[in-house]
Every structure is written in C-alpha cells, then in structure tokens.
C-alpha cells in the first residue's frame, strides 16, 4: 500500500494543515519550525486574496479567470491554451520534461509560504519529513465554476484540465521540497468531500472520486513522496480507505464517533501501511480549544485508540505505531493567541502520549 515503507517512522509525530491568521509568512514559519519542527509544513495565510483555497493553485488552467472564479471556454484564446497545457503535461509524463520549465511549478508570488519555509529551514535539513498541501481535486473541481454556474467537475474535459493541473503541482512540490527532507508528505485538502453524497453532489459517483484521487495520488508517488488527503468534516471514509492514499487526516476531535463506523476498512487500511492523521487539537471552535489542555486531549486520544483496537482487534500499540497527530483543521480563523495556544498543545501532546 505506502509508497514510502519507512512511513512507519513518521508515527507519533506532529504536523499542521496549513493555514495561520497571521500577515508574515516568515513569523508564521518561526512558528511552525519552533514548534513542529520535525513534519514542519509551509504556511498559507488567507488573510490574502491570492492565497485562497480556489485560487492559489489555479494559475495555468486555459480560461481561468481568478476574478469570477471560473473556467470559461469561450474565450478567444482557449482552444490554444488547452493544446499548449496538454503539451506540456505530456512532456513531463512522457518524455520527462523538468517541472521547472511549466505552467506547473508553483511561484514565489503564488506559494510564499513554501519559499520561505525552504529559505529558513535549509541550515537545519535534512529534516526528518516535510510536508506541502494543496486544494485536492474534487474540491476545486466542485469550487471552479463555468460561466453559467455549474461546477467544472461536471465537464469531463474541464475536470481533467483541473485533476490534471493539481497531479503535476502536487508532484512539483515533492521533488521542491525533497530540497528540505528526502521524506515528503503532501496533503490534498478536500473539504468538499464532507458532502459527497447528499444533494449537493447529485449524479456524482464512488467511482468519479476515487479516479480522481488516485491520478493525483499517483503523481506524488512517481515522485517519491507520500500523500495524505485530509477531511475536516465528516465524509464517506471507505472512499478514502479503498483510495491509494497513505495517509487520512481527519477531524478527530468532531468526528471520531463516525470515523470508526468503518471499523473494518480501517483495520484493513492501516494492515497495508496506511498511517491515520489524527486531528486531535480543536481548532473550529474558539470555545473547545480554549477548555482544551494538552494532559485533557491525551487523555481523549488514548480512548479512542481503546475503542477503535476493540474494534478492529488491532492492539492500541499497533494503533499508535500508525498514527500522526495535528490539528483538526487549519488555524486561519483563530486568533493569534489561541493559534499559538494550538501549537504549544500540539507539542506537548506528542511528548506526553
């Protein structure tokens, strides 16, 4: 199943989903290698426009129009755009063209986060893994509109365009940040995912969202690096379990309750080298994280390893081998205090379970 067999080694250990409440990506990075330093991840801050989830990894896509958020096929240049993009693409998959020289590579004006992350903790590298995140397919692919309002996800052709632009800065991002670690982890953030299933995704398939995963998944693979998805909301978790991912990350302190319902998936998961991401320091609501303390979350963490090995017949040892720790979710809407609060929780808890 894993890509990487020392995923194991990975285990215990802390990382972030990505976004800081803060102006300054180079006081969001101190941060994060102050107090994650062994998985550290590269910040976004989406208190800039460039930086949100539907825009800042969809430059390159023809027809794109980061005001409207859309991809309009009308436009008078598209056709030549989309052939000039397929170009490209085939140059990297097939004739092993550098990513460097395309439309995929992520940009110091697009990701800066990622860039001063390198810039500061190349002195301390090799690090023992790093991880990069970016909007996973279905997600964009749902948040992307055509003009007359339907998500690009219904347009076969436009969908590929999309799963295929993700695939190729997923796999930028493994060989950019192997510069830090030769261990590298990329999170596809799939939200979206959290209503698959109900009418907002009428006529959306199983199959259409494992197909999706699993091309982009693979991409990051063929580089060498791991791939995790991470849901903050509750989803169906079998898509994710029968998916080639490595690693699910998932809201641990919301939604545990209807995680381990998929009890045998996950056993079967995790016996083929898949490392749960437990989401255990709350960071959706103010009020939970404020009544939180590091000894409190450990505490709920050892029970749920309790009840899911009584479940699965996996000992809580296995369970804990198996497993990464981070937030529930980004840290975009707290405040700064209770964002450092986060961090220093999240610390804690990986020394004292």
């Not at 990701?111 to 001063?116: D, H, Q």
């Not at 009418?199 to 494992?210: H, N, P, T």
């Not at 040892?317 to 961090?343: A, D, I, N, R």
Request: charged share 25%; with cysteine; hydrophobic share 40%.
């Amino acid at each position: 199943m894993s890509y990487n067999q020392n995923v194991i080694e990975l285990s215990g250990k802390a990382t972030l989903i990505g976004s800081f409440p803060l102006k300054s990506h180079e006081e969001a990075v101190e941060l994060i290698l102050e107090y994650i330093p062994k998985i550290p991840c590269w910040p976004q801050l989406p208190t800039y426009p460039r930086e949100g989830m539907l825009v800042q990894f969809s430059s390159g896509l023809p027809g794109f129009d980061p005001e409207r958020l859309i991809i309009d096929p009308g436009v008078p240049d598209f056709e030549t755009e989309r052939l000039s993009f397929y170009e490209e693409y085939l140059a990297v998959t097939e004739s092993g063209e550098d990513l460097e020289n395309t439309r995929f590579k992520l940009t110091p004006a697009e990701a800066p986060g990622l860039f001063v992350l390198i810039e500061k903790a190349s002195e301390k590298a090799p690090l023992p893994a790093v991880k990069g995140q970016i909007t996973g397919p279905f997600t964009l692919a749902v948040g992307l509109k055509t003009p007359d309002g339907k998500a690009v996800f219904y347009d076969l052709e436009l969908r590929d365009l999309v799963v295929k632009l993700v695939a190729l800065k997923a796999r930028w991002q493994v060989r950019k940040l192997k510069e830090l670690s030769p261990s590298v982890i990329i999170f596809f953030d799939e939200p979206a995912l959290s209503g698959f299933g109900s009418s907002a995704f009428m006529g959306v398939s199983r199959e259409e969202v494992l197909a999706v995963l699993s091309e982009v998944i693979a991409e990051v693979h063929k580089e060498g690096g791991l791939a995790g998805v991470h849901v903050c909301g509750n989803t169906d978790w079998s898509l994710l379990t029968d998916s080639p991912t490595d690693i699910i990350n998932f809201d641990a302190y919301g939604f545990y309750e209807k995680f381990i319902t998929y009890d045998k998936e996950l056993k079967s998961f995790l016996e083929k080298g898949g490392l749960v991401a437990w989401g255990l320091v709350p960071t959706l609501k103010s009020e939970d994280l404020e009544k939180e303390t590091p000894e409190s979350l450990a505490e709920r963490f050892r029970d749920l390893l309790k009840e899911l090995s009584l479940r699965t017949g996996l000992s809580e040892e296995y369970l804990l081998s198996h497993s990464l720790l981070t937030p529930s979710c980004g840290m975009g809407t707290l405040s700064q205090e209770l964002t450092l609060k986060s961090l220093k929780d999240l610390k804690r808890l990986t020394e004292i379970i």
